[in-house]
């Protein structure tokens, strides 16, 4: 059964084909009303603190979710249409770059450890978990929380 996260409220919930009713339109946040939310294979517990934000096929950022300003420094429109490693200041242990694996292989990448220069000036220590999206569109979700 699918899993749905709404990367603005983190409200999570299923169904069984991700369609409300027979309108065939796509999920939309019961919770909060965001426009949509996020399919995932299995259930997903952020972390206390978490920001959430949305890509599209190609990493750039297309929306953000309640809690990425806190953790980033951020505002929205600075970050839109932003490649999110770039939007987000994201540097990744070891050189790894999860973002390009989730996007290419479809897999999901978990307790990434990264380096995100903070709005502020200053560089701070989180942890991201990337997720593929699973429909024809394509895209990422990525949730980032301080260490």
Known sequence: MPYFICPNCQNRSFDE???????????GCHE???????QLLEDYFPRPGA?????????RVI?????????????????IGEDVRTALA????DGDDPVGTALEWGVRQLDKHATLHH??????????DLFPAYDADGGLL????PV
């Open 17 to 27: 084909d991700g369609r409300e009713g027979l309108s065939h339109q796509a999920r």
């Open 32 to 38: 909060c009303g965001f426009g949509f939310v996020f």
């Open 119 to 128: 709005g502020a000036g200053i560089d701070k220590p989180v942890i991201c």
């Open 90 to 93: 994201l540097t990744f242990a």
């Open 63 to 79: 929306a953000t979710g309640k809690g990425l300003f806190e953790v980033t420094g951020r505002l929205e429109p600075t970050l």
């Open 142 to 145: 990525v949730a980032v929380t």
């Open 51 to 59: 920001g959430f934000a949305v890509c599209d096929s190609d990493a």
